[in-house]
């Protein structure tokens, strides 16, 4: 099956740097990568996707880039702000068949200090 | 909408008990799964459903069981809990794979369960 492999597991930066968080895949036939954001005992939202047609898409201060090529995708968030702080998950499905199948990565506790 | 409304939020339950976590959500989503989220674990796929009337494994099934008899709701039951049970209970539907695409996932406010 899948396995979703996300690095780093923890992440401190300053308010106003960048932060980025990168995420490894091991089936080549996945084909959508969403990330979530979720702030301490609340539900995984959705922040921003990708398909495997799209090299790289932008939401204001926040970007995901995917390489095919060598199986890995990566959250770009920019001006980043107190309350970004959160746990970031990244997730890859649709590979071996099992279009509706989340595999997520262990989560990225990002905390930006003000 | 609500959206995906689980019920309870809290449970304690002892060993061996039983009891069934509820998931309904309004969207009229094909789409339904469940998953537990551990401390450094992320989140792991317990089962799912394309639609009423199927039900497939995830990737921790044992121990639980899942039925689809409407496209509403999707209940978990937990046939004689465990404390490696313990955990945090999300449930997440979306839209069907259309047009080629995967459909994001919307997620539950969660269930905390601990078996004691």
């Known amino acids: 099956g899948e396995n979703v492999e996300q690095h780093p597991s923890t992440l401190s930066v300053q308010e106003g740097d960048s932060a980025v968080i990168k995420c490894t895949y091991s089936d080549s036939a996945s084909n959508y990568f969403p990330w979530y954001k979720q702030e301490l005992g609340k539900r995984p939202q959705l922040i921003i996707d990708?398909?495997?047609?799209?090299g790289e898409k932008k939401d204001q201060r926040i970007a995901v880039t995917l390489n095919k090529t060598a199986k890995h995708f990566s959250l770009h968030i920019t001006e980043t702000q107190p309350e970004d702080s959160a746990v970031y998950f990244c997730?890859?499905?649709?590979?071996?068949?099992?279009?509706?199948?989340?595999?997520f990565g262990k989560g990225t506790l990002l905390t930006v200090n003000p | 909408n609500a959206g995906v409304t689980q019920t309870p939020k809290f449970q304690v339950l002892k060993t061996g008990q039983s009891m069934t976590l509820q998931c309904a959500q309004d969207m009229n989503h094909e789409y339904m799964s469940w998953y537990r989220q551990d401390p450094g674990m992320g989140l792991r796929l317990i089962h799912y459903s394309v639609g009423a009337g199927i039900t497939d494994q995830g990737e921790v099934p044992n121990g639980y069981n899942v039925s689809r008899s409407t496209t509403e709701d999707f209940p978990l039951r937990l046939l004689s809990a465990a404390p490696s049970q313990t955990s945090v209970y999300f449930c997440a539907s979306s839209y069907s794979f259309t047009g080629g695409n995967n459909q994001p996932q919307h997620f539950g406010d969660g269930t905390r369960l601990s078996i004691l």
């Open positions: 990708i398909r495997s047609n799209v």
């Open positions: 997730a890859a499905s649709g590979g071996g068949g099992s279009n509706y199948k989340l595999t």
